[in-house]
């Protein structure tokens, strides 16, 4: 897992309510990795998948133990909102937030005026997840969901996770290479899993393609045009028990996350829907 606070949230983004991965194939799980992934392959294929999309992604794909070993290591997230905010909206975050609020103000306008999503949450979500894109991670991609997808504990989410990596890989967002981020296989300045990817991602930049990875613009559009997709209100209220909290829940499930979201926007905004720190947060 990455360093800083990304380590926390991977494994809770594995409890979001990111999109479900659209399962068309299922290879069975377990055995021998090698004929397991050629058995996918086949089944991607089979499943609208260019071959060269396969074999291009596939051929130096490699089982790693490392991610099983992470996997089998996460526990219930026990922190208290106190404690979890404490350390993610400091002084300093808060004042870098402020300087990329300004250095991208004209991205975060388009951000509210077409997707209606307000700036102070997004790039408190961009904040929360890598550091405004600092840590993104580095395990390679295909690598973490095939060893996902071939272990036989959560194997269909994430044979349905890999599918959409190659989806996202034949329509020429991001080549093999490229795909490196979270060990569970998030990617990106904001950590979308690929389904999610697949559904919300959008090119904000103009050139052609979503690289969630590399353009900032596409990073925070496709953030908010995430959250509208499922039913952010534009120009409403995202304090505690509006609607709009209610979808950060669908970013992730742990209250003291949506909480410390709301948190460090509200400071960007001045106060004005803070979310002040109770004991009974979790």
Known sequence: MRSSLGRIAAPLILTLGICSAGMAIA???????????AAFGREAAAAGISQRTVSAALSSVRHDPRVISLDRRQGAFKQSFEQFA???????????????????????????QQLG????????????????????????????????????????FFQGQL????????????????????????????????SSYERFAI????????NLIRSTADALGSTANYLRGHGWSAGGSWSEGSQNFSVLREW???????????????????????????????
């Open 117 to 156: 999503v307000p700036a102070e949450i997004v790039v408190a979500i961009w904040g929360l997840e890598t550091d405004f894109g600092a840590n993104m991670g580095k395990h390679p991609t295909l690598n973490a969901l095939a060893t996902l997808a071939h272990d036989c504990r959560r194997s269909e």
């Open 203 to 210: 090119d904000f930049d103009g050139d052609g393609r979503r």
């Open 86 to 112: 404490s350390t993610r909206v400091t002084a300093a975050r808060l004042q870098r937030a402020q300087r990329l609020l300004s250095q991208h103000r004209a991205t975060f306008n388009r951000i509210e």
């Open 252 to 282: 992730n499930r742990a209250q003291v996350y949506q909480r410390t979201i709301v948190l460090f926007a509200s400071r960007l905004s001045g106060g004005a829907q803070a979310s002040r720190p109770r004991a009974a947060a979790n």
């Open 27 to 37: 290879a069975p799980c377990g055995g021998d990795f090698g004929s397991w992934l």
């Open 163 to 194: 599918l959409s990596a190659l989806r996202i890989i034949d329509r020429g967002d991001l080549s093999p290479a490229e795909m490196r981020g979270a060990w569970a296989g998030e990617l990106g300045q904001t950590q979308f899993l690929p």
